[in-house]
Every structure is written in C-alpha cells, then in structure tokens.
C-alpha cells in the first residue's frame, strides 16, 4: 500500500501503480545469477562431454589405429595409416552392440576387433593389420579370444 506522503509529492500516480523498485524487479536480480550459473554449468558439461570422447569412439571404417599398450583392453589412438604406429586399420566401426559378431562378415583380413563401453556407448572397431605402414604390417597380436 502507497503511504498517502508519497501520493501527495507525486500527484500523477495513482495508489495502484507499482514503486519503481517492485517485487517483480527485486525477484528478476534475485534470479539472474543463478540462472546465468545453471547455463554456465550446463554448456561446460556438455563440453566436456564432447572432450571426453575417446579416439576409438570417433574412428571410422578406414581409419589407422595404435595401441598405447600391449593386450586387448589397451587404449586405442587414431594415426595416418603412413606412419610406423599405424598398426591396424578399421574396416568397420559399429556404435552399438545390437549385433551379434559384427566382424565376422567383412571377410578375411579382419583378425579381431576391439570393444570400448563407456557410460552409455559401446563401440565395436573391426581391425585389420595396417599394410600401408612403412616397414610392412606388424605381427598378428597374441589376444586371448573373448
């Protein structure tokens, strides 16, 4: 309620019209900076998500890979076919696991696969030794079938 002081120094207002200082005002700067946090949050996990991504999730069928470690269960890094890591090459790239043995059809210079689930994706690479490396192919990998 407007005390009848303030009516009295502004003769042109009306008891209904809001202060300039309203509560809709006071509510809105209340709000903005958490709003504005939640948004900040929000874009940098989404960034980070996208960052997380590991490199056997973004390869594709021709790309050449390298593995940073002896064994089946070791990292994967995507290379120029050229170089001497390039030990295998992607045949085919399936992002899910519906598929029951997905290599076993892309013929005989598949040896194996490799297999990444993360949270919520798995991703199936289809590997064939790298010919296009200097030096030739390297050895067939010794991984326990599985």
């Known amino acids: 309620m407007t005390s009848p002081l303030l009516l009295a120094a502004n003769p042109h207002r009306t008891a209904s019209e809001p202060t ?6 006071r509510f809105g700067k209340a709000v903005r900076a ?13 960034v980070s998500g996208q960052l997380s991504k590991s490199e056997a999730q973004a390869a594709k069928a021709g790309d050449c890979m390298h593995a940073l470690d002896t064994g089946p269960k070791a990292d994967m890094e995507i290379v120029s076919c050229t170089k001497p890591e ?6 085919k790239a399936v992002r899910d696991d519906s598929q029951y043995r997905p290599c076993e059809a892309e013929g005989p210079e598949v040896f194996g696969s490799y297999t990444e689930k993360r949270t919520s994706t798995v991703v199936i690479l289809c590997l064939a030794l790298n010919t296009d490396r200097p030096g030739g192919p390297v050895p067939l990998p010794n991984w326990p079938q599985g």
């Not at 958490?34 to 989404?46: D, F, H, K, Q």
């Not at 390039?86 to 045949?91: E, I, M, P, S």
């Open 34 to 46: 958490p709003l504005i946090l939640v948004a900040l949050a929000t874009a940098g996990l989404l």
């Open 20 to 25: 300039s200082s309203s509560r809709l005002r």
């Open 86 to 91: 390039a030990q295998y090459r992607v045949v």
